[in-house]
Nanobody, 122 residues
Framework: QLQASGGGLVQAGGSLRLSCTAS????????VAWFRQTPGKERNFVAA????????DYADSVKGRFTMSRDSAGNTAYLQMNNLKPEDTAVYYC?????????????????WGQGTLVTVSS
C-alpha cells in the first residue's frame, strides 16, 4: 500500500519535500509518479520516474522548480518542491506502475496512495 507524506502549509516561494513509500517495501521494478488534484478538477500529472532508468519526467508547470528522486535502496520516492506558488495548492498523490513508464495519464498507474495536502499561501 502506498503512502504519501510531507504535505503542509507553506508561503509562496517556500519549499516542501513529499515522500512516497510502499509499506516499507522496495519499489523494485515499479515506476513511480506524482499527480495532484484540486476539488472539482481532474487529477493531473506532476512527475514520474521509470523503474528502468530513474530519469524523471516533469509537467511543464513544475519543470525547474520540482525534483523527483528515489533513494538508493529504492524504498522511498521523493518530490522536492521549491519556489512554490499558490497554484501548486492541491492534494498530491503518488502512484506506481509495473510498466517502465512516465505516462501522464492516470489510467497507466495501477496503485495509488491516499494523498497529502499541499497548501501554498500568497
Amino acid at each position: 500500500q502506498l503512502q504519501a507524506s510531507g504535505g503542509g502549509l507553506v508561503q509562496a516561494g517556500g519549499s516542501l519535500r513529499l515522500s512516497c513509500t510502499a509499506s516499507g517495501r522496495p519499489f523494485g521494478r515499479n515506476s513511480v509518479a506524482w499527480f495532484r488534484q484540486t476539488p472539482g478538477k481532474e487529477r493531473n500529472f506532476v512527475a514520474a520516474i521509470r523503474w528502468s532508468n530513474s530519469i524523471p519526467d516533469y509537467a511543464d508547470s513544475v519543470k525547474g522548480r520540482f525534483t523527483m528522486s528515489r533513494d538508493s535502496a529504492g524504498n522511498t520516492a521523493y518530490l522536492q518542491m521549491n519556489n512554490l506558488k499558490p497554484e501548486d495548492t492541491a492534494v498530491y498523490y503518488c502512484a506506481t506502475s509495473t510498466m517502465s513508464t512516465t505516462s501522464r495519464y492516470t489510467y497507466a498507474w495501477r496503485s495509488w496512495g491516499q494523498g497529502t495536502l499541499v497548501t501554498v499561501s500568497s
